[in-house]
């Protein structure tokens, strides 16, 4: 057990220790990121996304529909909380209370679930990563885009309901929600992937979870940490509450076996990229997002091999 959680987790540290070092360095520049994240967020995760849902069996995509509920929930949870906390002990505005509940909330699943599921998930671990990529990207993703977008067009003209479909309408556009739509509806329609799109769209798939691993390092590296009441409670909220409601959640509705392995491991997951690469684009950079991802990866060096360890009593 010991040299399977460090064959699974030691590569993840790895390589956003390598992104953190070549950020602080200067090696790579760590302020101008952009580049690098859409060639992430509107390129390779979301064909990524695609191909691993498009390419899944009807019959696994509805058997993880269990583990689409349990995480929305959790997320859910903890996207509430914890912009319930920025706003009111924070004092942070609704854009910047979104970026940090979504960075939160949000497990870094894209770059450290990828790598897990070919070493601790099983057959069906790329689906379930996909699963939890997906829930995120369709529900509290574009919940926080709308927000930062209605924030960025408060001066326009117009009644503020049409500025709010506005902002749900361009977040739902996004590629980061389309790849995962259009995979699902593809895998439901019961329509084989034709080998040669697989391969094809694979290639650049690959460099999905190894690239958004070091961009993870270097946007840490380029945040003002500092801490604070709310990086304590956003820290605490991603590495003991996520991981907590969901073995609850999951105890509570019988959920047994494999699929109870893959969701509690996945919702145990450290704070994502998420919310602070979607904020970067809005000029929102709440410091307390940026020492939750810090603070949340580096207790998870300890977290996540406890629940490694864990997973076979589910």
Known sequence: MPLQIATALLPVFFVMALGFVAGKTRLVDNQNVRSLNTLVMTIALPISLFVVLASASRADVVGHWPMAAISLFVMAAGYGATYLVSRRVGRQ?????????LTVSFPNAAAVGLPLAGSVLGSTGALA???????GSITVSPLTLAILEVRKNASAAGPRGRT?????????????VIGPVLGLAWSLAGIPLPPLVNATLSEI??????LALFLTGLVISA????????ALVATLIAV???????VGVVLLVGITGQLAQETVLLLAIPAGFFGLLL???????????????LFSSVLSVVTLPVVIALLPAL
């Open 223 to 230: 945040q003002a940490i500092r801490f604070s009441a709310v």
């Open 205 to 210: 798939g690959a460099v999905t979870a190894g």
């Open 93 to 101: 505005d609704a854009g910047d209370s979104a970026v940090e509940a």
């Open 279 to 293: 904020g970067l684009g809005y000029g929102s950079k709440p410091p307390a997002a940026g020492a939750a991802v």
């Open 164 to 176: 709010v479909l506005r902002a749900i309408g361009s977040s739902l556009r996004k590629p980061i």
């Open 129 to 135: 990563v996909a699963t939890v990529l997906a829930v």
């Open 240 to 246: 003991v509450g996520r991981p907590a409601l969901a």
